[in-house]
T-cell receptor, first 115, second 114 residues
């Protein structure tokens, strides 16, 4: 089954404790990205990746890191989480690169709470 | 900067009534527009993708129209059912943005009453 998976689905952590949220897709998609969803602010892009070893900042990259060592995986790293990073996080992927019009597929979301 | 607006923010209808959901965007130069459904605490399910060259797209009871020149898209859901209750999001792929970033509207929360 074609899908985007995220782990963990729920996470409660404390300020400053490094964490990683994994994202994996099995569709051989080139493009992957991370969004966060907050009440009243909608979904905003954090980082994206056009292909292996190619990543760039989205609209709200502060406090986050990503890596793309393999095509299927795109982990989101919070080196020192803070309470303002409490949010619902979504990973997404699509086949095409910039200039194409492919549909985007979203993972089930990771609800992160930082106390 | 592209901005996407969905009005109303919430909508309640009796079962069987047709649903009309609106999405407007400020920059008409888009690559495509995608409608999603989101259930509480869940991920996003893609409903319809309309390319910039298309005027409408249909899937079962769902029909989405696109008027690029006026910066509008409308999602129609025929003969609504309680299972259609969810939040509906529209998103556009901005013309000049790097990558495939989607700009989302705030969503319309729909309640279909039995």
């Amino acid at each position: 089954e074609a899908q985007v998976t995220q782990n963990p689905r729920y996470l409660i952590t404390v300020t400053g404790k490094k964490l990683t949220v994994t994202c994996s897709q099995n569709m051989n998609h080139e493009y992957m990205s991370w969004y966060r969803q907050d009440p009243g602010l909608g979904l905003r892009q954090i980082y994206y990746s056009m292909n292996v070893e190619v990543t760039d900042k989205g609209d709200v990259p502060e406090g986050y890191k990503v890596s793309r060592k393999e095509k299927r995986n795109f982990p989101l790293i919070l080196e020192s989480p803070s309470p303002n990073q409490t949010s619902l996080y979504f990973c997404a992927s699509s086949l095409g690169l910039a200039g194409t019009s492919y549909e985007q597929y979203f993972g089930p979301g990771t609800r992160l709470t930082v106390t | 900067k592209q901005e996407v607006t969905q009005i109303p923010a919430a909508l309640s209808v009796p079962e069987g009534e047709n649903l009309v959901l609106n999405c407007s965007f400020t920059d008409s130069a888009i690559y495509n527009l995608q409608w999603f459904r989101q259930d509480p605490g869940k991920g996003l399910t893609s409903l319809l993708l309309i390319q910039s060259s298309q005027r409408e797209q249909t899937s079962g009871r769902l029909n989405a129209s696109l008027d690029k020149s006026s910066g509008r898209s409308t999602l129609y859901i025929a003969a609504s059912q309680p299972g259609d209750s969810a939040t509906y999001l529209c998103a556009v792929r901005p013309n000049k943005a790097a990558g495939n970033k989607l700009t989302f509207g705030g969503g319309t929360r729909v309640l279909v009453k039995p």
